[in-house]
Structures are given as C-alpha cells and as structure tokens.
C-alpha cells in the first residue's frame, strides 16, 4: 500500500518517527531530530570511515564565497548561477564584493589549492568535507531529495601530477560509493551522465542511481573527472621533477541527504522504518511485560539485559515508560528498530527472552545464556534480508527494450530503468528524452553491454543507453 503513495508516507514517517522536522518557517529548510540526526551521523560515518581508509583527510572550508572567485570558472558558474543566494550587507553596510552561500565548493577550495601547491612532492592531494550548502531551487522541494540548503553534502576534491592519476582516482572513488552502498543495501546502477547533464566544468560524470518504490529513479551519488579544467582557472601548476611546471588533473565527487533518504524509502515498508541494523539508532529495544506484583522483578532483569547488551557494543535502550506494551511495540516499529526484547515473568522465570524482527516479524525464545551469539545472528540475519530484498525489487524494476515504443511502454506500464542500445550519439540520446517524456541516465558502465540496433537511428550499437523517470 505505502509503495502507491511514497510522497504522503514519507513525509509521515520523517515527522512521526522523529527523523525531520518539515515545519520550519523557510520553503526548502528543515529541521534534524535527535533520532534522525543519529541516524544521518551512523550513515555517514561509515562514508568518512571509507574515505580515510583509503588516504582521504577530512577539512572544513568556509560558508562564503567572494563572487569575484565565483565567477572566475564561467562554465560551473552558468550552471549554478539561477540557484546562488548572495549575501550583500553586512549589518547596514553594503559589501563592496557580493558573497555567494557555496553552491558547491570547487570555487573555495581551489584558491587554497594555489597556496598549498608548488612540486609534484606536494600531490597528490585527497581531502573531503561534509557541510550545508544552499542553491535557490525552484521545483518543488522535498525533504532530503530537493532542498535549498542541502545539510549533508559530502563533497571530496584531489588533485594529481598526472592524467592517469585522476583517472584512477575516479575508478577509486566508484570503488569507495560501491562499498558505501553495499554496507546500507541500497541496490545501484552506474552510468556516464550524457554530455547536457555532465557537472559544469567537469570532463566527465559518474552517477549512481537507485529505483524508489514508486518506479522513478533518484541520483544518490556523483564522481567528476574534471581533468585541467579548473586547474587552468585557479592557476593550479606544479613543478615536475625535470623542473618543468603544469597544471594539475582533478577530480571531485558527492554524496547528500539523498543517501539518509535512500535507506529510510528502500527498506521502508507500511509500518513506517526499517532499518538496516549498522545504522539503526537504536538496534535492540527492550520492552517489559508488566505483571501485578511482579513489576520490581521484571524491571531489574531488563535492566541487567539491558547492561549486558550495551557491554557487547550493542545499541540498546529499554522502554520503562508508563504506557501500554503495544503502544512501545507500534512506537519502536515505526522507528525501525531491528530487533525488539519482550521480558515478561515467564522470561525471568526461565532466564529467556523472546525476540521479534522487525522486518519479518518473526518471534522467537532464546536463553539468556547465549545472548550476544543469538542477537548477533539476528542482526546479520535482518541485514541480509533487507538486502537481498531490496536488490530484488531493484533488479525486477529493470527492462530491456530495443525500440521506442517498447521503451515508452515499460516507462509507463512499469517504470523502472529502461536499457536500450544506443549508438552513442548525442542526437539520438536527447530525441529519445523528447519522445519519452523522461530522461536519460546516461551510458551504463560495470555491465555487459545490449547488442543491437539504436532505437533511433537503427545503427548497429555496442553502449546501453539507461532511461528513466527521476526525481
């Protein structure tokens, strides 16, 4: 049922399971809550955890750019130019120089680059941020998926001595969003965004795209080859060891809210949350079953549970308000915890607990005795389960078409991605989006490619053109 009106049930669930706050008195801005804002840093933790494992170091740029340095790439300029808010007094006073809220931050970090710069002894340089950014968008916002300050927004940047450096950089970078997307079971296909939608100033792009319940699809990440393209604007040379100097090879890539929104759509069902158990808040709920007279025992046993499963390194948290156990029980199904402990006097008197999954509702009596192996179990048992049926969705959302009317008939009927074979011509490529009505992904990359005829222009084909309807 929540899959035919994803936009009501989402909204419902960022508010009434304590996610996000869609109310604040400015169109597009909202507002973390405790458990939400867990849930965002557990999310993103594993994201700086991969970066610096793989030679990334975290820094913090500042808010405001000076529109003079805004301006000096045109090309990224004119493609964020409608979106930029500009800060144009301070106090009373009138700046003498306009100060733009980062769109982006490649026109702030890379005058810093000019200054750390000199030899090649000085790269490569791998860094990453994780800031707010603001662009003034004028579609109808969404929470997460289209804002206008953008609260997550990890953006990496390097720089490189050499061509196939930067190259090799973006082949890490798709490795690193693979991984990152594989621990949260959020199922993917890679493409090479067409020409028009390349990021402006960029070589090339990379993106990854998932498919929401509703069949349309939402970008969740981004890598840029941007090769000497901003090198050339911020004056980026370095000296070779022969002592010669050239202008160095970049490369930049991101990920945003849209990630948080990803496993809270993917996983979701209609009870509200489910969430994979590495990020979950909470992992483990412990709700006692009061019974007159026995309330003092049942309360000290989930308490010594409660001890026991916090010295595994479990995310635990026991339930002792004063309310109904089935309200608890709605209450943490809602907030997607992956198992919920059900102590009654049966369960003391035994030395048991009884155990409920959250995404099969599977209940079951284990021994306290064998607690942190059984849990531990369970909750490697709820990832790979949300995992394998989130990738099933996906991977039956996919259809193979091999002429424009099979493609408008699946993107209408089913939705999904569309493959096709393309000719790999820009042409053929935007009179596909005009014909549809949707847009084009780009080329699939990692994949066997479709053999045969463009849809189009009917020349024999060796890329796969990815099409779909996108948020």
Known sequence: MWRSNIGEWFNDILFNAGIMDTRYPVKGLYVWLPYGLKLRNLIFGILRKLLEEHGHQEVLFPLLIPEDILRKETEHITGFESQVYWVTHGGYEKLDVKLALRPTSETSIYPMFERWIRSHADLPIKIFQVVNIFRYETK???????????????????????????????QEAVKIYKNFFDQLGI???????????????????????????????????????LGQNFAKVFELKFEKSDGNHEYVYQTCYGISDRAVASVIITH???????????????????????FKGEEGTIQEFAKNVLSELLAMGIRAHLDDRDIRPGEKFYYWERRGVPLRVEIGPEEVKDKS???????????????????????????????????????????????????????????????????????????????????????????????????????????ESSLTLLIAKSY
């Not at 916002?141 to 720089?159: G, N, Q």
């Not at 990854?208 to 349309?216: A, N, S």
């Not at 209609?270 to 006692?288: A, H, N, R, T, Y």
């Not at 021994?367 to 369970?378: C, F, P």
């Open 187 to 225: 199922p993917y296909i890679i493409a090479k965004r067409p020409r028009w939608d390349t990021f402006a100033g960029a070589k090339y792009s990379i993106a990854f795209d998932t498919i929401m319940p509703d069949g349309k699809t939402l970008q969740i990440g981004t890598v840029h080859n």
């Open 353 to 459: 607990l009884t155990i409920a999954r959250r995404d099969t509702g599977e209940r079951e009596l284990i021994a306290l005795e064998g607690l942190e192996t059984r849990i531990r179990q369970l909750l490697e048992g709820v990832n790979k389960n949300l995992c394998r049926r989130s990738r099933e969705f996906f991977e039956g959302m996919i259809s193979n078409a091999n002429n424009l009317e099979e493609i408008k008939r699946y993107l209408n009927e089913k939705g999904g991605i569309v493959r096709a074979p393309w000719c790999g011509r820009e042409e053929c490529g935007m009179y596909i989006e005009q014909q549809t009505g949707a847009g084009v992904l780009g080329q699939e990359i990692n994949s066997k490619p479709i053999t045969g005829k463009c849809p189009v222009c009917s020349r």
């Open 140 to 170: 109808m916002t969404k929470p997460m998926i289209r804002m206008r300050e953008v609260t997550t927004f990890k953006e990496a940047h390097t720089a490189h001595a050499t061509e196939d450096e930067a190259e090799l950089q973006v």
């Open 268 to 290: 979701g069902d209609d009870l509200g949350l489910c969430l994979p158990p590495e990020v979950s808040p909470i992992q483990v709920v412990i709700v006692p079953i009061p």
